[in-house]
């Protein structure tokens, strides 16, 4: 600890140096008795140094270099009256300019100067003390002890305030990274990584809000038409890439206050204000449209086309989020049953709709066992005698709750649930069954892509056809062009592997995909069945006749068979005829009939000349002249 002391007599520095003997210990007794403890305890260092000068510029220059030095004076004891240099007052003042935490002892005989008077210029006053000359022993003594201390416990609490401070400002770093941290948490969690548009959850949050307002809105959802192939053929980057694209294309074609969630996969959810389903269904149709258009995606000029679906809320009207998704979903699967690139509007039917559906999947799992399903058999005639060669088994399923149910709407709804394998083992297994009532005559069995696809397909046909004990040439397999344009390669690969079994293939509804003649060259068939529409339209529209015509031509030139089904008027058979057909189907020769008919309808082997239709007779008669 430093002591200063600043006085123009000399005689006056000998009686501070009373004060401070360099005994040690009496200090210490000294504090003892001022404060219980003794000074060298480590609380209080003893005065160790002191610094006598005889001027104030002196002392002020003493007090700067103790600054510099880091060894600060703890107290000045200060003369007022020091001639010929500056006062005490001024002494006092550039003291305290340099040092704020030195303690100021004013020692004088005079009253030049009041208190306020130097606390105004040297304060603050909490640091500035009087002595009055001439002084006690005790009195220098106890000041400085005490001043000292006092001045050794300033420091250390502006250094534990100083210390404290930096610990604040620490916490408050740590405090902002923390919520940063947790915003860009929250950000995360309601947010879509690869678009950055918000996800399912903060969509289903922003619905509901949106429904609290009590206003008339629209929840629409959009999807991807063709983004599946995208994906497969370009690779998942191109996909990712087209997301993003389709993201903001989105969200530059909504209109303002909206949302655009992107809700998983190639799926995305946007609400809106629309007063009606006008509005709505207008606003839906330019995104639609803008989604329909070229994008660009890593180099490759990519067209995919979106469907969409939507609900509208009336004030009053359904709130729950949930239910407004699920709804402008159930919209959003009709948009995509109806063709691509378009937009519907949700209503009640549709719900029913999913209601049957569901009731009609959960009745099939149990049709098997019932004993619901039969088989039905509809002939296949030679073009020339109107033979019948073979027959097409067609399911059919008759409830006790809703009757016959057509097939047309229980197969796609078993190829969604996989009771397809379990239902195609079941027509499989019977309609082999009934080969043995016929004498020489094929049937022709239906065969889901979802099956065709199965692994070991054909060895799975195999043995079924050997557990009937049937030659595999008694059997035509009717696919349709989507099982076997998927993975071409497979199928065919699988087709060859049939036919050297000896096994018929037919390409069924032929026409109605995107092969053309010149794909199917790789495959191994045995015929085509011109798909009934083209029949149907012959008579009607010039290009159904010319297509029909153009299947039968260049079947033929491919070696391949070419059945004309559903043909149902004479005239019809007539020009098929002609056109070169191999074979033909149709309700003109018989509708699909219950097996037993069917086995009689063979052993006549010619069909009956009341076939039901008037005009059938004059043809058939003519057939077998
Ligand atoms: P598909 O394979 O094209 O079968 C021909 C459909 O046309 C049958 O309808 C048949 O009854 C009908 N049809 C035949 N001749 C005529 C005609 O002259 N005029 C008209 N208007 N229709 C005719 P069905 O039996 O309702 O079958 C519909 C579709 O259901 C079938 O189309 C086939 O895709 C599927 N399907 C039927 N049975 C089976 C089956 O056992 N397995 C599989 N996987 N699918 C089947
Ligand atoms: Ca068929
Ligand atoms: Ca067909």
């Known amino acids: ?32 008795e001022l404060f219980g403890e003794p000074a060298s305890n480590g ?50 003042r550039r003291i305290r300019a340099i040092d704020p935490d030195i303690h100021l002892v004013i020692v004088t005989g005079y009253s030049d100067f009041s208190p306020a008077e130097i606390g105004k210029v040297a304060g603050p006053a909490d640091k500035i003390f009087y002595i009055a000359k001439p002084f006690e022993v005790s009195e220098i003594q106890q000041m400085a002890l005490a001043l000292c201390r006092r001045w050794d416990n300033d420091r250390e609490l502006s250094a534990a305030r100083a210390l404290l401070a930096e610990k604040v400002a620490t916490l408050e770093e740590k405090s902002a990274e923390l919520e940063a941290n947790e915003s860009r948490a929250m950000h995360l969690a309601m947010h879509d990584a690869l678009t950055d548009a918000p996800n399912r959850a903060a969509f289903l949050r922003g619905l509901t809000e949106r429904g609290r307002q009590g206003t008339p809105f629209v929840t629409a959802m959009l999807d991807l038409d063709r983004f599946k192939l995208v994906n497969d053929t ?123 559906r569901r009731e009609i999947e959960a009745g099939l799992s149990r049709a098997i066992a019932r004993n619901e399903l039969s088989l039905a058999y509809q002939p296949i005639v030679g073009r020339g005698q109107l033979d019948i060669v073979g027959f097409e088994a067609l399911v059919r399923w008759n409830t006790p709750e809703r009757g ?29 069954a009934e080969l043995q009532h016929w004498p020489g005559q094929y049937v022709s069995v239906n065969f889901s892509p979802i099956q065709f696809r199965r692994s070991h397909f054909v060895g799975h046909v ?20 989507t099982a076997i344009f998927d993975d071409a390669e497979h199928a065919a690969q699988t087709l060859c592997e049939l ?42 529209e010039r290009e159904s006749a010319a297509i029909v015509h153009s299947i039968i031509h260049l079947g033929r030139a491919l070696g391949l068979g070419v059945i004309a089904e559903g043909v149902e008027t004479e005239s019809q058979a007539q020009a098929l005829r002609v056109a070169g057909a191999s074979h033909l189907q149709g309700y003109l020769f018989s509708k699909p009939v219950p097996a037993a008919e069917a086995r009689d309808l063979v052993t006549r082997k010619f069909l009956s000349l009341s076939g039901g239709n008037a005009a059938a007779p004059s043809l058939v008669a003519a057939a077998r002249h």
């Open 1 to 32: 600890m430093r002591i200063l002391i600043v006085d123009d007599e000399p005689a006056v520095h000998e009686s501070y140096e009373l004060c401070f003997p360099a005994r040690p210990g009496t200090l210490d007794a000294m504090a003892t």
């Open 43 to 92: 609380t209080i260092e003893v005065p160790t140094e002191r610094r006598h000068c005889l001027q104030g510029l002196e002392a002020v220059a003493a007090v700067e270099q103790a600054r510099a030095d880091g060894m600060p004076f703890a107290v000045a004891f200060i003369d007022i009256r020091m001639p010929p240099g500056i006062d005490g007052r001024e002494t006092a």
């Open 234 to 356: 370009l690779g998942h980057l191109a996909g990712d890439q087209l997301i993003r694209e389709v993201c903001a294309t989105i969200q530059s074609h909504v209109p303002e206050g909206a949302m655009v969630a992107r809700l998983g996969g190639d799926e995305f959810g946007i609400f809106f204000d629309a007063e009606d389903a006008e509005t709505a269904v207008s606003v839906c149709d330019r995104i639609v449209t803008a989604c329909a258009s070229t994008f660009n995606v890593l180099g490759h000029a990519v067209r995919c086309g979106a469907s969409c679906g939507l609900v509208t809320s009336q004030p009053g009207g359904e709130r729950d989020p949930t239910d407004l998704l699920r709804q402008a979903d159930m919209a959003l699967n009709e948009a995509k049953r109806s063709g691509r690139n378009t937009v519907r509007v949700f209503d009640v039917s549709m719900d029913e709709g999913i209601r049957v």
């Open 404 to 432: 016959a149910i057509s097939p047309a709407i229980f197969i796609p709804l078993a190829e969604e649930s996989h009771l397809i394998h379990e239902l195609g083992d079941w027509i499989l297994d019977h309609a082999l």
């Open 462 to 481: 195999m043995d079924s056809v050997r557990r009937a004990g049937v030659e595999p040439h008694r059997v035509q397999i009717e696919i349709t062009e």
């Open 499 to 540: 036919r050297k079994l000896g096994f018929r293939i037919a390409l069924d509804d032929f026409g109605t995909g995107y092969s053309s003649l010149y794909n199917i060259r790789k495959f191994a068939l045995d015929c085509l069945k011109i798909d009934r529409s083209f029949i149907d339209g012959m008579g009607r």
